[in-house]
């Protein structure tokens, strides 16, 4: 067993980003866990890696960083994940993800039943679960987890609405952005068309103790203790928004549901830092305090 305690795990892919031009350590599990680690908290990773040189070099990077490995595995005969980046003239991403690959069979261990058990947040996306293997995992480990937090990330063909709401069903905190919500009440029915009204919706009706929409560059709002916290986002110039959404809710679970700040100023850091990844390349560039200042202090918000 691991002695180290994470206060949060995330459970999901380790991959490779592959542009045309350079490959870049990804996965949106992972790009979450090392913002959590950037942002000073005490973060674990639960995955799998082949046994090749992409799973040597990506494990040898999190070792560097200081993340809690404890919890990735290597698999003899799968490969480490790859997704193929493409992105347009306004830097939005398109991707092509491999399959089978190695965190598709990622299995139930006792060591990473216990982070889980320990850990004060287990964080899941919905990519994991395109497998038998790794979605069975998932499901035991969330019901020894103390607080879950879903990060909707609706990849056609690896998703089915039953999927999805049964994955709701088994979180506290629920992230989507706003063309997933609005496709999942479409294929729910839900009465609603105006956005603030569906995610109420979906929230009652799924017994979610929050649920945090993001919209873009127009920013996002938030439905927390019952009441609605909404910003309009930062204007920044895009380079790539790829992990933009994975540090924006970093941000927020380290400060709304570790610090416990203000649903408010909780969301403008969330924004901010969603904002500052989308005008540098890369999903884990680093972010200052200057900069996180100068946001902050930004008159048209």
């Known amino acids: 067993m691991t002695n180290k305690i994470p206060q949060i795990v995330c459970f999901g892919e380790i991959l490779w980003d592959v542009f045309p031009d350079k490959k870049v350590i990804g996965g949106a599990p992972l790009n979450v866990a090392l913002r959590l680690h950037s942002l000073g908290n005490s973060t674990a990773m639960i995955s799998k890696i082949g046994n090749d040189a992409e799973g040597k070099k990506a494990l040898e990077h999190l070792m560097n960083v200081g993340l809690i490995i404890s919890g990735v595995q290597t698999d003899a005969l799968l490969k480490t994940g790859e997704v193929l980046v493409t992105l347009d003239k306004k830097g939005s991403a398109t991707y092509v993800i ?53 990060d909707v990330n609706l990849r056609p063909p690896f998703y089915s609405l039953d999927l999805i709401v049964n994955l709701m069903r088994h979180a506290d905190f629920v992230k989507m ?97 969603g904002a500052l990844v989308a005008s540098k390349a890369g999903a884990n560039c680093e972010i200052s305090e200057s900069e996180r200042s100068l946001l902050r202090h930004n008159p048209e918000n």
Request: proline content about 3%.
């Open 98 to 150: 491999t399959e089978p690959v190695a965190w598709d069979a990622i299995e139930n261990t006792p060591e990473v039943t216990d982070l889980v058990k320990k850990a004060d947040i287990f964080i899941f996306g919905s990519l994991i679960s395109r497998r038998p293997k790794s979605r069975d995992t998932l499901m035991q480990l969330l019901k020894v987890s103390n607080f879950s937090v879903f």
């Open 177 to 273: 952005n706003d063309e997933e919500l609005i496709e999942i009440c479409r294929q729910l029915k839900c009465p609603f068309s105006e956005l603030e009204a569906s995610a109420k919706w979906l929230l009652s009706r799924e017994n979610l103790k929050g649920l945090c929409i993001t919209k873009g560059a127009d920013g996002a709002f938030l439905i927390y203790g019952g009441q609605i916290y909404s910003h309009r986002g930062y204007k920044v110039k895009v380079m790539d928004t790829v992990g933009a959404g994975d540090s924006f809710l970093a941000t927020l679970v380290s400060e709304l549901l570790v610090r416990k700040s203000d649903p408010d100023r909780s969301l403008d850091l969330a924004c901010g830092i």
